[in-house]
T-cell receptor, first 115, second 115 residues
Framework: GENVEQHPSTLSVQEGDSAVIKCTYS??????FPWYKQELGKRPQLIID?????GEKKDQRIAVTLNKTAKHFSLHITETQPEDSAVYFC??????????????FGTGTQLKVEL | GAVVSQHPSWVICKSGTSVKIECRSL??????MFWYRQFPKQSLMLMAT?????????EQGVEKDKFLINHASLTLSTLTVTSAHPEDSSFYIC???????????FGQGTRLTVV
């Protein structure tokens, strides 16, 4: 089955700096890679996703890059703000539409943005 | 957007009793739903895939007789934790593919505490 590794487990940055979280996956059939932000005791919130036919996607301060050959993808957050502090999870799945199949999650990254 | 509602949000039960958790898609139909479990400071781990009108598919290591899943309609899946023990205490989250199955939508989660 799929295995997703995520690094780092904790990340502390100064407000305004950039944050980068990296994930690798094992199943070459995976073709959908979402990123979630989860606050304590809450449901995961989709912040950005990318499909395997795209190498990069950007939404305001958030961007995701995908390297299919190397089987890794990364989340980039620029101009970090205190409200970005949360746990971030990467995930992978396969399927025609992406969102219809089970997700394999990474181990999570606790991001702390300090004033 | 698509809404998935989970009930209850939290429950405390005694060892040996059973607890039922409901997951509803409020404004769309879901022939498939996914149940995840998340222990404190850990990732979401898929427990099983719930299929409307047929048996659930359980992940390796998940006891199907202990975690009973029923998907009796296109908008409701239930997870029953039978003979609960303290080690079953966890955060249980369901998800369903939204319309077009391009994105997974999560319930708000259920915090189960077994005492």
């Amino acid at each position: 089955g799929e295995n997703v590794e995520q690094h780092p487990s904790t990340l502390s940055v100064q407000e305004g700096d950039s944050a980068v979280i990296k994930c690798t996956y094992s199943d070459s059939a995976s073709n959908y890679f979402p990123w979630y932000k989860q606050e304590l005791g809450k449901r995961p919130q989709l912040i950005i996703d990318i499909r395997s036919n795209v190498g990069e996607k950007k939404d305001q301060r958030i961007a995701v890059t995908l390297n299919k050959t190397a089987k890794h993808f990364s989340l980039h957050i620029t101009e970090t703000q205190p409200e970005d502090s949360a746990v971030y999870f990467c995930a992978a799945s396969n399927g025609i539409t992406g969102g219809g199949n089970k997700l394999t999650f990474g181990t999570g990254t606790q991001l702390k943005v300090e004033l | 957007g698509a809404v998935v509602s989970q009930h209850p949000s939290w429950v405390i039960c005694k060892s040996g009793t059973s607890v039922k958790i409901e997951c509803r898609s409020l404004d769309f139909q879901a022939t498939t739903m996914f149940w995840y479990r998340q222990f404190p400071k850990q990732s979401l781990m898929l427990m099983a895939t719930s299929n409307e009108g047929s048996k659930a598919t359980y992940e390796q290591g998940v006891e199907k007789d202990k975690f009973l899943i029923n998907h009796a309609s296109l908008t409701l899946s239930t997870l029953t934790v039978t003979s609960a023990h303290p080690e079953d205490s966890s955060f249980y989250i369901c998800s369903a593919p939204g319309p077009g199955a391009t994105e997974a939508f999560f319930g708000q989660g259920t915090r189960l505490t077994v005492v």
